[in-house]
């Protein structure tokens, strides 16, 4: 299969090439595109050196399989038209997220979804993380309310934001002097910063209320109040999520344990005796979201479960979970 | 007034001198008090040079107040003999805070608790800083359930945890090896680690139910529903806390924040526009508890409110408080 990576060397477009790669995408030929700034450079990749180009529909339209992972801006201006020309297009920006006729998709929860549709949404990161866990626990107890709060790592905002925390913790530690910050709002060493993307009108980010507006449309529940406080900490690129839900029906800790270990992209690390739970050092890498912490929270009665997530951003919350859609999209399929 | 400071070689110990400095306390003799180790070394501090000596009740009885910052085991087996003696006690460790006979206070919530009382139990960090937000919205709109996932920094861990966090930070950067541990369960460079403290037969562990013990006895609400979420990250010496409420009457985030604009020991920090919120960076050596991110939260309708809370852990968290309830309480009148 003719498969294209857009934006191929940013983290997420990397990962891409790693996870095409692992997960033994059948794999024909391998584009690469990125800015024209990069236009030329070689990058090297398991499917051999490629040299990256720039990107245009010429360049792209014979293609099977576009993943896209660049701006919303740039996602907005080129994916459709690629879609159009029955290239099968999963897209990692915001962009069509939220649209109706795009389909925004984690493959564990709404794999049907797909379809024969040509454009696919992957969703944010954090989303992606929280419902590979959230569903199973609706189908077995339902959910009414779920409250989150994140611990989100610096690859969020890039390879730059991960190059800035090392950067200035060295400069901390090393040198030190006070940390600096050009992607983040205030420096990221030693720091938390409560405040992802930029602030809607209700007081919420827009990256808490993505966590709302995607998890509602990926689990077909629009109506399910959602609530997240998204904080970005010193960790490289695995999010951690603290998990509240109040279930329609009554929960147990260990009746969830057991719902959870049989859920498709969980594992489950909850053995306080041994000191195992979810972390970010042990989920780098990792595809499955580490669950664990899982306990009955009596702040809701019997109907009330705590959990704690980890996640690799890079993984299930960007480049894992798009590929897992291109593997169920009827791709190289003339549309 | 005859000061000591019982553990001050500690991290909390020597924050302890400091804070009675900078609040001018009417020290006239300070005595520093610290393991048998460390007896007989000059530890500098604002009132002079001063020999550390070993703790006896011979060399302690002739104080006004004692400040102790010390393990629960030796609060336990010293403190109520010291208090016995007529010396005013206030005691930074776990050990007397749920005892029915013991004051457990932050002045700007219970001082009135205080009364004759020779010894008074200080909270736990994350309850203090909690409290002094919590209380004044309590009085404003009502509290019915409490929700609050945390970002405790190493200082909780003492002066080792401290330095474990900066030497393998270190270890992580310039030497590129894996960070180790012997303070913590795991390695905190540039991870989290969902547990601090041992873990309780419901789950939970000690730390998260502290603040539910905790707060409900400060607060005087024995039946509050109050649930934690406590994760060590890497910072210095502030604890972050994502806090969701549901109140008993309608709550507005404009109301709210007027309410802690009002309140002592909250500084609110709230300015989306200006992308200022409370930070760790911001928050370090401040005596005011930084109050931001406040919101209405729809997964309570028109009464739910989430806030983002920053305290100094060595001040609010423990060494201002301690002193100012010493403020409070009648020291140097014989009991």
Redesign the interface.
Same mark, same amino acid.
Request: overall charge negative.
């Given at each position: 299969m003719r498969v294209g990576v857009i934006g191929a060397t940013g983290a997420v477009g990397k990962e891409l090439v790693e996870v095409l790669a692992k997960r033994r995408f059948p794999v024909t030929e391998l584009k690469l595109f990125a800015s024209t700034r990069s236009a030329g450079t070689k990058q090297k990749t398991p499917f051999g050196e490629i040299t990256i180009e720039a990107y245009s529909l010429e360049a792209a339209r014979h293609l099977d399989l576009a993943l896209l992972a660049v701006s919303g801006d740039f996602s907005k201006a080129h994916a459709r038209a690629l879609a159009a020309e029955g290239v099968a297009v999963v897209d990692n920006s915001s962009a069509f997220r939220l649209e109706a006729d795009v389909p925004l998709v984690v493959p564990e929860v709404n794999a049907d979804a797909i379809g024969d549709h040509r454009l696919i949404a992957n969703p944010n990161c954090t989303t992606a993380i929280l419902v590979v866990a959230l569903e199973p626990l609706r189908q077995a107890f339902g959910v009414k309310?779920?409250?989150v709060?994140t =611990?989100q790592a610096a690859s969020g905002a890039g390879a730059e934001g991960m190059a800035e925390l090392?950067r200035e *913790?060295?400069r901390v530690?090393?040198e030190g002097q006070p940390?600096q910050n050009e992607v983040f +709002?205030?420096?990221l060493a030693?720091?938390?910063? #409560?405040?992802i993307d930029s602030?809607q009108p209700?007081? =919420?980010t827009r990256e808490e209320m993505k966590v709302a507006w995607e998890s509602r449309k990926i689990m077909g529940m629009p109506d399910l #109040?959602?609530?997240c *406080?998204a904080?970005r900490? #010193? *960790? %490289?690129r695995v999010h951690?999520e603290?998990v *509240?839900i109040e279930t329609e029906r009554p929960v147990t +800790?260990e009746a969830a344990r057991a719902v959870l270990a049989k859920a498709a992209g969980v594992r489950v690390v909850d053995d306080? +005796?041994k000191?195992q %739970?979810?972390?970010?050092?042990t989920a780098t890498g990792q595809d499955d979201v580490e669950a664990?912490?899982?306990?009955?929270? #009596?702040?809701?009665g019997d109907r009330?479960l705590?959990f704690?997530l980890?996640g690799d951003q890079l993984l299930k919350g960007a480049a894992l979970n798009a590929v897992q859609i291109a593997e169920k999209m009827k791709v190289g399929v003339p549309a």
């Amino acid at each position: 299969m003719r498969v294209g990576v857009i934006g191929a060397t940013g983290a997420v477009g990397k990962e891409l090439v790693e996870v095409l790669a692992k997960r033994r995408f059948p794999v024909t030929e391998l584009k690469l595109f990125a800015s024209t700034r990069s236009a030329g450079t070689k990058q090297k990749t398991p499917f051999g050196e490629i040299t990256i180009e720039a990107y245009s529909l010429e360049a792209a339209r014979h293609l099977d399989l576009a993943l896209l992972a660049v701006s919303g801006d740039f996602s907005k201006a080129h994916a459709r038209a690629l879609a159009a020309e029955g290239v099968a297009v999963v897209d990692n920006s915001s962009a069509f997220r939220l649209e109706a006729d795009v389909p925004l998709v984690v493959p564990e929860v709404n794999a049907d979804a797909i379809g024969d549709h040509r454009l696919i949404a992957n969703p944010n990161c954090t989303t992606a993380i929280l419902v590979v866990a959230l569903e199973p626990l609706r189908q077995a107890f339902g959910v009414k309310r779920v409250i989150v709060s994140t =611990y989100q790592a610096a690859s969020g905002a890039g390879a730059e934001g991960m190059a800035e925390l090392e950067r200035e *913790t060295r400069r901390v530690l090393v040198e030190g002097q006070p940390a600096q910050n050009e992607v983040f +709002a205030h420096p990221l060493a030693f720091n938390v910063i #409560p405040q992802i993307d930029s602030f809607q009108p209700n007081g =919420y980010t827009r990256e808490e209320m993505k966590v709302a507006w995607e998890s509602r449309k990926i689990m077909g529940m629009p109506d399910l #109040p959602v609530s997240c *406080t998204a904080v970005r900490i #010193p *960790t %490289y690129r695995v999010h951690g999520e603290a998990v *509240t839900i109040e279930t329609e029906r009554p929960v147990t +800790a260990e009746a969830a344990r057991a719902v959870l270990a049989k859920a498709a992209g969980v594992r489950v690390v909850d053995d306080t +005796a041994k000191q195992q %739970y979810p972390m970010p050092i042990t989920a780098t890498g990792q595809d499955d979201v580490e669950a664990g912490r899982i306990r009955e929270n #009596p702040v809701f009665g019997d109907r009330g479960l705590d959990f704690f997530l980890c996640g690799d951003q890079l993984l299930k919350g960007a480049a894992l979970n798009a590929v897992q859609i291109a593997e169920k999209m009827k791709v190289g399929v003339p549309a």
